[in-house]
């Protein structure tokens, strides 16, 4: 962090280099950045950029930092191709926030899945330009998808083309019967392919999609004339205590005395609410869903 310069504020830096894929967790100037990086010493460090790092002998550690920086590339050149996809993209994930089904820490979706569904929308539909037909096509698609067909942009590599990486790099198979039994396979369109979306679970599948037809209806009912339904219905923010009576609570502290345990360390104090959408008795499924607020 050093060479920064004035007027920057670094602080709470963590280095989770045994991470499944390196992370640098810090703060800059009140901005959280969770920063994966490929570890080289400086003077055997390749010169010309990411097109010399691919190319080398690294491990699947490696590969995985790198497809990040490779997959953000991949993205930003479909959304050039159809410019229509940023706009969408803005929607999408402030729609989101506002449903409460947004955060791949919450098992739902985050930036990089919904960019990844957009992105499959707008090359599926190359035809619709417009913000609103293109958002009526997303919402569409994705509230009657079969989620045990995987949401792919190319084809899985099996092997990195451009050169041998040391190891073995884990590469998502719908042969693998792991692979197969997850429930949103949203799968990353470069070497190693993975699905993006691996954490999330059926709870949060059910109320996603559920979601999903709901904001299908909206736009459609929006984009029809004879309709007064406006485009504020569509972000509606979902009250909590309205759609759930039975919640549970859990709270999270600073340990700042003997008096609380010295185990309880969190960095921030926070409030989860872990609520019920239906009775885990009785022979009914019950689910489990999280919302989390920071007071």
């Known amino acids: 962090m050093r060479g920064l310069g004035e007027g920057w504020r670094v602080g709470g830096v963590i280095n989770l280099e045994h991470a499944f894929t390196p992370v640098l967790k810090f703060v800059v100037n009140g901005i959280c950045v969770d920063l994966v990086y490929h570890q080289e010493s400086w003077e055997t460090a390749p010169k010309d950029g990411i097109e010399g790092v691919v190319t080398r002998v690294y491990s699947g550690e490696s590969m995985r930092s790198l497809n990040g920086v490779l997959l953000s590339d991949c993205i930003n050149g479909v959304f050039d191709t159809y410019p229509v996809a940023r706009e969408v993209l ?16 919450l098992g739902f979706l985050g930036g990089v899945n919904y960019a990844l569904l957009v992105a499959f929308v707008v090359m599926r539909y190359p035809t ?5 037909g293109c958002l009526e096509k997303f919402f569409g698609v994705w509230a009657r998808w079969d989620w045990s067909v995987p949401v792919v942009l190319a084809k899985v590599e099996k092997e990195w083309s451009a050169g041998r990486v040391v190891g073995q790099c884990s590469v998502w198979d719908i042969n693998n019967p792991r692979d197969k039994r997850q429930c949103m396979p949203i799968i990353t369109p470069l ?13 949060q599948r059910r109320r996603m999609i559920s ?16 309709k007064p339904t406006g485009w504020n219905e569509l972000f509606e923010t979902e009250n909590f205590f309205r759609g759930y009576s039975n919640f549970v609570e859990v709270s999270r502290w600073q340990a700042r005395n003997e008096e609380r345990p010295a185990t309880v ?6 409030h989860t609410h872990t609520h019920h959408t239906g009775s885990d008795h009785g022979g009914q499924r019950g ?9």
């Open 265 to 270: 360390r969190p960095r921030t104090l926070s």
């Open 191 to 203: 070497y190693p392919s993975m699905n993006s979306a691996f954490n999330v679970a059926e709870p």
């Open 128 to 132: 619709v330009t417009d913000e609103a």
């Open 211 to 226: 979601e999903f037809k709901k904001a299908a209806k909206t736009v459609t009912d929006v984009i029809d004339p004879e």
């Open 90 to 105: 803005r929607v999408v994930k402030e729609w989101s926030r506002r449903v409460g089904t947004y955060g791949n820490s």
């Open 287 to 295: 689910d489990v869903q999280a919302v989390a607020g920071v007071c």
